[in-house]
Structure formats: C-alpha cells, structure tokens
Nanobody
Framework: EVQLVESGGGLVQAGGSLKLSCAAS????????IGWFRQAPGKAREGIAC????????YYANSLKGRFTISSDNAKNTVYLQMNTLRPEDTGVYYC????????????????????WGQGTQVTVSS
C-alpha cells in the first residue's frame, strides 16, 4: 500500500522559510517521482515541483523556481520542499503525490498524472 505523509506546515511570517517533508512508502515501481502541489482557498491545485527518485532530476513551476527547492533523501524515503522568502499568497494546503513510471508522462506538474496523494499540510503565511 502506497502511503505519503506530509509534515512541516505551520504559520510563518512573510519573508520566512519552511521546510516540508513527505515520507513515502510502498511505492513498488522504481522509476517514480514525487511531486509537491498546493491549493489555496478558492483556487485550483497548482503543481510546484517534482523529483525523480531514480536519478534526482528536478522539475519546477517557472513561477516558483528560485524560492522553492525540492530534494530527496532516498535512505530515509523522504522528499523535502524548502520554501524561502514566503509570501501571503503562498498560503494553502500543500500536498505531496507519487507519479510513475515517469517515462509514461510528459507533464510532471499536472495533478491528473498522479495516482497517490498525501493528506496535505497547511501552510499559512501572515503579512
């Protein structure tokens, strides 16, 4: 059974940083990726970044690249999302999800390509 568990969300002031964690287990196929998404109130879910668990390749939404960094510790089966210089508009529920095999897909930031999702963690950025 695939399980994805996010942690690390919370309340932070604008300009601050947070590091989210996604503990992944039960993913049987080797060529998979873990993506981070977010959903602000009243808005559609948005793809942030994806990392290949096999070769570490990373893919980012252009609008967030530079402030957000995805990384993976395969020994711990954990994927991280480092978020810097946070803004109030970054507020939302952040999800991690699994996609694979990666070779079957061309858009790693499209949520409809992901089959497995975590429960989400709330991030609130105050002004």
């Amino acid at each position: 059974e695939v399980q994805l568990v996010e942690s690390g969300g919370g309340l932070v002031q604008a300009g601050g940083s947070l590091k989210l964690s996604c503990a992944a287990s039960g993913i049987a196929f080797e060529d998979h990726g873990i993506g981070w998404f977010r959903q602000a109130p009243g808005k559609a879910r948005e793809g942030i970044a994806c990392i290949s668990r096999s070769d570490g390749s990373t893919y980012y939404a252009n609008s967030l690249k530079g402030r957000f960094t995805i990384s993976s510790d395969n020994a711990k089966n954990t994927v991280y999302l480092q978020m810097n210089t946070l803004r109030p508009e970054d507020t939302g529920v952040y999800y991690c999800a699994a996609i694979g095999p990666l070779g079957l897909f061309s858009d790693y930031l499209a949520d409809y390509n992901y089959d497995y999702w975590g429960q989400g963690t709330q991030v609130t950025v105050s002004s």
